[in-house]
């Protein structure tokens, strides 16, 4: 059967740009057979047999076979190319977002790391700040009175550089997160 245009179908495409004619085409059967081979994803006619005038199509229809099984296998590995090409794919992308992802958690650990270095060279600055204004009370003063305001300001000098101190880990009520310091009474009253 080969399509033919059916009477009285008029292009609007002229008028109104394209548009949907579904009696576009009507098909008729004109005695004449023909079988073929479709290719790849664009559904491309590969091979065709017809009835002729010179030839029928069941004295093709053996090579005709022999054609759509090999085209059979051919999409077949194909399919299965495009498969395994796409699982290579998918596992390079999962290696590829594991590398980011090591690569972020190595470059928090490292600015970590340089935090709590740079949290350490604070708080030996402040011990030693606080070590040499004892020194130069005592010096001046002689003997510091603990129950002093200069007394109070030392331990609460040298408390926050054990705060600040990543080697000591000291807690600090005020300066620390609530949220813990709530937790922490929970687990008092218990």
Not at 42 to 55: A, I, T
Not at 104 to 110: D, G, I, K, L, N
Not at 162 to 177: G, H, M, Q, R, Y
Request: proline share 4%.
């Amino acid at each position: 059967m080969f399509p033919t245009r059916p009477d009285g179908c008029k292009r609007s495409g002229a008028r109104n740009g394209f548009s949907y004619l579904p009696n576009r085409y009507v098909y008729e059967p004109n005695g004449q057979l023909r079988l073929g081979i479709l290719s790849g994803h664009y559904s491309e006619l590969k091979r065709s047999v017809s009835d002729g005038k010179h030839q029928r199509v069941e004295e093709c229809l053996n090579a005709f076979i022999v054609k759509l099984v090999e085209e059979a296998v051919k999409q077949k590995r194909e399919i299965e190319a495009r498969e395994r090409w796409h699982r290579e794919w998918e596992e390079q992308e999962r290696r590829r977002q594991e590398r980011e992802k090591q690569v972020r958690e190595e470059a928090e650990r490292f600015k970590a790391l340089e935090e709590e270095t740079r949290n350490w060279r604070r708080a030996e600055e402040i011990r030693d700040y606080v070590a040499a204004v004892e020194v130069k009370s005592i010096g001046e003063h002689g003997a510091i009175d603990p129950a002093g305001e200069l007394g109070r300001w030392i331990k609460w000098a040298r408390d926050k550089a054990d705060w600040l101190d990543p080697l000591v880990a000291a807690k600090c009520p005020i300066l620390d997160d609530d949220d813990e310091n709530e937790e922490d009474d929970d687990y008092d009253d218990a």
